[in-house]
């Protein structure tokens, strides 16, 4: 985890194209020997992987499997759920973020994330839906914001659709809109890492190719990690992907990891070249 330099909103310079390729080279996220517990039941079981930095990592697999629960424990959304636990490690950037000094509120700031159904808060403005995250975390001028808001916007392909609008309810825009402001919110804070829930499954095909454009825009930026159940929207937005599947007690387990390319013309196992082709999930 890094910290600020200028407050929030304020990212490091733009890295040398030598210091870029070095970077994308390099993981952002460990995962090791991960199990996740519910109660006794056991979700997720024995999962290692390393998640490239500035790289689109999907996640698929049939339903119920974990693949949400994996991404959740990411950044600790998943100690939201009652009895709630994990065995394992979990690094960004080298440092635990299972470390007993990590505060999960902080954490979220530097791992975002957006989720299935949009959901902006019902009782605020387009302008309050984008700082909400940043008036937890820091005082800012009005002009900071302002600066904020628009520079979230564009990054979210919005500003030109609300920007004379930006007074009104979040919940005045259509959905495809909604979740695209869901994700400026979420990079308002500049957080290094998006984790996405599936998170065209509730919009229709135009809204959709929409969402999958922005995510090749942010891709630059971003370390980002998405959940989808669309083969199809795998293969076009992601750079590396993992396949979960079920063993015979309903945990989920990493099956492969690696290209994307690879996993869908040539995947090593059989099981993932069955779900692939559609012969199973």
């Given at each position: ?6 407050g ?15 970077e ?16 006794a ?32 424990t ?8 009652p009895?709630?636990?994990?065995e ?60 904020i ?13 609300v ?10 825009l ?45 891709r ?5 990690v ?7 929207q ?14 015979e ?12 390319r690879e ?19």
């Open positions: 985890m890094t910290t600020d330099a200028g929030a909103g304020t990212r490091a310079p733009t890295p040398t194209t030598e210091a870029a390729d070095t994308a080279l390099r993981p952002k996220i460990e995962v090791r020997d991960l199990n996740v517990y519910y109660g039941f056991r979700a997720v079981k024995g999962v290692d992987v390393s998640i490239r930095a500035r790289a689109v990592t999907a996640i698929i697999g049939p339903s119920g499997c974990g693949k949400s629960t994996f991404l959740r990411l950044n600790r959304m998943h100690e939201l759920a009895r709630a636990r994990v394992g490690s979990v690094l960004l950037d080298g440092a635990d973020v299972y470390d007993p000094a990590v505060d999960p509120v902080r954490l979220r700031r530097y791992i975002g994330m957006v989720f299935q159904r949009p959901n902006p808060f019902p009782t605020m403005s387009i302008y309050d839906n984008v700082v909400a995250g940043i008036r937890l975390v820091v005082r800012s001028s009005r002009s900071d914001l302002d600066v808001v628009e520079r979230s916007l564009r990054r979210a392909a919005l500003w030109d659709e920007k004379d609008k930006l007074k009104q309810p979040g919940t005045s259509s959905g495809g809109q909604q979740q695209r402001l869901c994700i400026a919110r979420a990079i308002a804070v500049d957080p290094e890492v998006v984790l996405m829930d599936e998170p065209a499954s509730a919009l229709d095909p135009v809204a959709t190719l929409r969402i999958e454009e922005l995510i090749a825009e942010l630059a930026n971003y370390t980002i998405i959940v989808t159940h669309n083969m199809q795998a293969g076009r937005v992601s750079d590396e992907t993992a396949f979960f599947s079920m063993d007690d309903r945990a989920g387990y990493l099956v492969e990891f690696g290209a994307t996993i869908f013309t040539n995947p090593r196992e059989r099981l993932t070249e069955d779900y692939v082709s559609g012969r199973f999930g």
